[in-house]
């Protein structure tokens, strides 16, 4: 995660830190410092809860209890307070106890997500802020508790969880744990850290995941990511959505002025052409120039955000809430999903001026999308800011929040300033074609100045990226162009993360995936540390799979981005026989190298065969498919081998089937199954 913040608190003062250590280890002396838990392949201690002990002190004294049977092969006792087995032992208290208290942490000044980890002589404290709700819930604000204990597995035990399920967890072997003498406060780096994760609905049984397979795959991918700390605190800001959904409906008839004005059909036809669907499909935008004739489009209409009156009506509607409830701070205001329309003299006065025709002809058309027709990121900016303002007049803690996407992604000329309260969702995404990895250099380094001149601005950003619905069930890897971009706003400001989404492809797209997990809690380590991370955890056939990884990094660096996103339609395209080929032989050697075929490593690289196996599959499935007059036959055979294997490994977890059921050739595909 994870700040740490221990009593030794003098950052300015070294000696003053090198004096404590000095002190400490004399004090300790002879005896070393610290708590054995586990010694000569024998229990030193034993775990205790509260005599009743909420669900999360329970699920995080047994997480740490089976990692260390895992490391050991010596499961230690679990006891509450009041039934202490054996006084002779070393203690390891989980959670809110009298012994924590005693012992003088004081729970309730705790954050919501902050962890105590104290270890002394004889006694393990790992503490946080608890509540009765599930610990697997990722809306669960109390969960310091199982930080803690997973803050100590990762450090102290070198436990990484690669991919969900037993065999993802890779857990080093030792005969003692002995946790050393400490006293911290952690709390997360990101007060939200969110990977949204595949719909179960898209799973369709006869291509993905039997109903049990279904069941099993989301238990452990839910798993999965509670150990690699996704969720949230109390932080009420890194939230929104597009807001103006209902607004249609409720206001057009009354109010169109608050809705988006068009310019002429002939102006506008072009730019609508060029459009994708949904937004192209907005015949009903024409109705009075202003909302959709079907109330069922009622979310694809912009707003006029320049209006006064639409201001005070989002204002006065947030005040009533807020009379109701004085906790509710935040209104949100993020426009539908759908690029800014209005041409109205008012908001095109808000405009910031577009580059001239040679920049923008200099740009890669991924940015010049972003300008078109108009650049409407300091209009957008100009509305938060009346929204804003006219709030704070009411309560001056209110909380807006809003998308930078589409085109109003352009930060505003500066100077511009706006209030910190103002949160913004950093969307890299445009309507004009998914801007998704690779990205050339120049459009890395062109997101990162967005992302610095919105800062500069004075507001609070979050992540809130589209890029990981690409790759289908590909080998589609990318760490580098991911951990550039993660860092860069990591280092500059950003509070937390909403990627959409998580198709969890994990036997093909390990790397990426583990990558962006561990950011979540080690958001400065180094790249290559992180990938030997992953590595390692092939034990001698390490360097075989990195070769493996960098072959297909290297592939991806060189397709065009966005082609895969929801659709597995050019998949042949991209990754062509021969590519199986160059990048089976390194999965080879891994396979010689890995040592016995029952054995951890070589059961891993069969996961990563697995993967490929069935990426090889997805692609003749998909050329069969991508050739209309290919035969009916052929096409259902294809379709049907690769429903058989992922039926035969499902219990592996190569991959999340949901995301892949989805539809890719305008129905031929449901028309083979169901003939
Ligand atoms: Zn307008």
């Not at 054996?86 to 004081?106: E, F, H, K, L």
């Not at 492809?505 to 979540?520: E, F, I, K, M, S």
Request: glycine share 6%; with cysteine; net charge negative.
């Amino acid at each position: 995660m994870i700040n740490r913040k221990t009593v030794v608190r003098s950052r300015s003062c070294r000696l003053e830190v090198a004096v404590c250590v000095f002190l400490a280890v004399l004090a300790a002396a002879p005896a070393e410092g610290g708590v054995d838990l586990v010694r000569d392949g024998t229990a030193r201690a034993v775990v205790i809860t509260a005599d009743d002990p909420t669900p999360v002190a329970k699920h995080a004294a047994n997480e740490l209890i089976d990692h260390i049977e895992r490391a050991t092969g010596v499961r230690l006792d679990l006891a509450t307070e009041s039934t202490i087995p054996d006084p002779s032992q070393n203690r390891v208290y989980i959670g809110d106890t009298r012994a924590a208290r005693t012992a003088g942490i004081d729970v309730d000044a705790l954050t919501d997500e902050a962890a105590v980890l104290r270890a002394t002589d004889r006694a393990l404290y790992i503490v946080g802020r608890e509540n009765a709700a599930d610990p697997l819930d990722q809306n669960n604000r109390h969960s310091g508790t199982l930080w803690g204990v997973y803050e100590l597995l990762d450090r102290d035990l070198g436990v990484r969880w690669l991919w969900p399920g037993p065999l993802g967890a890779h857990v080093p072997a030792t005969d003692r744990i002995h946790v050393g003498e400490r006293d911290e406060r952690l709390v997360p780096h990101f007060t939200r850290r969110r990977l949204r994760t595949a719909r179960s609905r898209w799973n369709d049984p006869r291509i993905g995941f039997s109903p049990e397979g279904l069941e099993r795959y989301e238990a452990a991918q839910t798993l999965f990511l509670r150990r690699h700390r996704m969720g949230r605190g109390e932080d009420p800001r890194p939230y929104t959505g597009h807001s103006f959904g209902r607004w249609w409906r409720t206001y057009g008839a009354e109010h169109p002025e608050w809705f988006q004005k068009l310019p002429p059909d002939d102006e506008i036809d072009p730019w609508l052409a060029r459009l994708p669907e949904p937004y192209r499909r907005s015949d009903g935008l024409r109705e009075d120039r202003r909302g959709p004739a079907n109330p069922d489009r009622s979310g694809f209409v912009s707003m006029c955000v320049s209006n006064p009156d639409l201001h005070r009506e989002i204002v006065a509607r947030w005040a009533r809430r807020h009379e109701r409830n004085p906790e509710a701070l935040r209104i949100n205001i993020g426009e539908n999903d759908i690029p800014a329309f209005c041409v109205c003299a008012a908001c095109r006065a808000l405009d910031d001026p577009q580059p001239d025709a040679h920049e923008l002809a200099a740009m890669s058309p991924n940015i010049r999308a972003l300008y078109e027709p108009f650049n409407a990121g300091a209009r957008y900016a100009h509305f938060w800011q009346r929204v804003h303002a006219k709030a704070a007049a009411i309560d001056p803690n209110v909380i807006v929040t809003a998308y930078v996407y589409m085109n109003y992604f352009v930060a505003p000329d500066p100077p511009f300033e706006l209030h910190p309260n103002i949160t913004l969702g950093f969307v890299p995404w445009q309507g004009w074609a998914n801007w998704m990895p690779p990205r050339s250099e120049t459009e890395q380094q062109w997101l990162m100045d967005q992302w610095d001149r919105w800062v500069a601005t004075g507001a609070t950003l979050y992540y809130r990226p589209n890029s990981l619905l690409d790759g289908y069930a590909m080998p589609y890897v990318y760490t580098r162009e991911l951990a550039a971009l993660f860092q860069h706003f990591a280092a500059n400001g950003m509070i937390g993360t909403d990627y959409s989404s998580l198709t969890g492809q994990w036997a093909v797209q390990g790397p990426t995936l583990y990558v962006l997990t561990r950011l979540h809690t080690r958001p400065f380590d180094d790249l290559d540390a992180l990938l030997a991370e992953y590595y390692q955890a092939f034990g001698p056939a390490a360097g075989h799979v990195e070769a493996y990884f960098d072959f297909w990094e290297a592939h991806t660096r060189q397709l065009r981005g966005g082609q895969l996103a929801w659709h597995a339609a050019p998949a042949h395209r991209m990754f062509p026989p021969e590519s199986f080929q160059a990048a089976g032989a390194h999965l080879e050697r891994a396979a010689a190298a890995a040592g016995d075929a029952d054995g951890i490593y070589a059961r891993r690289v069969a996961f990563l065969r697995d993967g490929l196996t069935h990426a090889r599959l997805t692609a003749a499935m998909t050329a069969r498919f991508a050739d209309r007059d290919a035969d009916r036959a052929q096409q259902r055979e294809a379709l049907e081998s690769l429903a058989a294997f992922r039926r035969a490994v499902e219990d592996r977890l190569i991959a999340n089937y949901s995301p892949l059921c989805r539809e890719p050739f305008e129905g031929r595909w449901v028309h083979a199954l169901e003939e």
